[in-house]
């Protein structure tokens, strides 16, 4: 009776393991017949920052702040410089007699009749080349209350060629002009309906419906 108990018992451990050898041989087919494992697809890196120091304007601590905000959103983008603008004849000596000191692509001006200063600044793609340089128009608006500061950028326009014009503003007016000795001029103005900057066109100042801005 004992040696039968020992002979089934070497038996059971033969039989399991059989089992785990067969078990291994087929875990390792299926590991060589599966397909590869994807690759995960590599990210494409993303740009660093720029920031507000980099244009050499005279910023506030708040300006400063509300520019540097921007930039960790659009890293695809860099401030604006006064090297970036390409002379465009005589207009420019009469902008710059004007002004005396004078930032094509930044200017400050109450834009929503709250009392509050805002501001405006152009941005260029940071991967677009020196000599046809794609920029996009921003409004800061000033918030209400001490130390408030300004509201996240607002785009007015993007992607729009500027080289050889310039930012201003009129009363409450954002007026972008391409070219500086061209007259053409793109005006827009807050609608308080919409909460939105809207294209305004110069013979109908006084209408009631603005034209949507096109961006």
Request: hydrophobic share 40%.
């Amino acid at each position: 009776m004992i040696a039968f108990s020992r002979f089934l018992g070497v038996s059971v451990l033969v039989l399991v393991g059989a089992a785990a050898l067969s078990c291994g041989r087929a875990t390792a087919r299926q590991a060589r017949n599966a397909p590869p494992a994807a690759e995960e697809a590599p990210r494409p890196a993303q740009l660093p920052a720029a920031r507000a120091d980099s244009a050499g304007y005279p910023f506030t601590p708040a300006e400063k702040a509300a520019v540097d905000g921007f930039l960790r959103l659009h890293t695809e983008l860099r401030l604006a410089r006064d090297e970036d603008r390409q002379d465009s004849g005589d207009g420019d000596s009469d902008v710059r007699r004007l002004y005396g000191v004078y930032h094509p692509y930044f200017v400050r001006g109450d834009l929503n009749d709250d009392g509050v200063l805002d501001f405006v600044a152009a941005f260029v793609r940071r991967d677009s080349g020196p000599d046809t340089p794609w920029f996009s128009v921003v409004v800061f608006t000033g918030k209400k209350g001490e130390g408030s500061g300004f509201n996240a950028g607002s785009f007015i326009e993007r992607d729009v060629s500027l080289a050889r014009g310039d930012l201003s503003i009129d009363r409450d007016a954002v007026l972008i002009t391409p070219d500086l000795s061209d007259e053409a001029v793109r005006r827009y103005r807050w609608d308080p309906l919409h909460h939105s900057y809207v294209f305004v066109r110069d013979d109908t100042d006084e209408d009631d419906s603005p034209i949507p801005t096109r961006t």
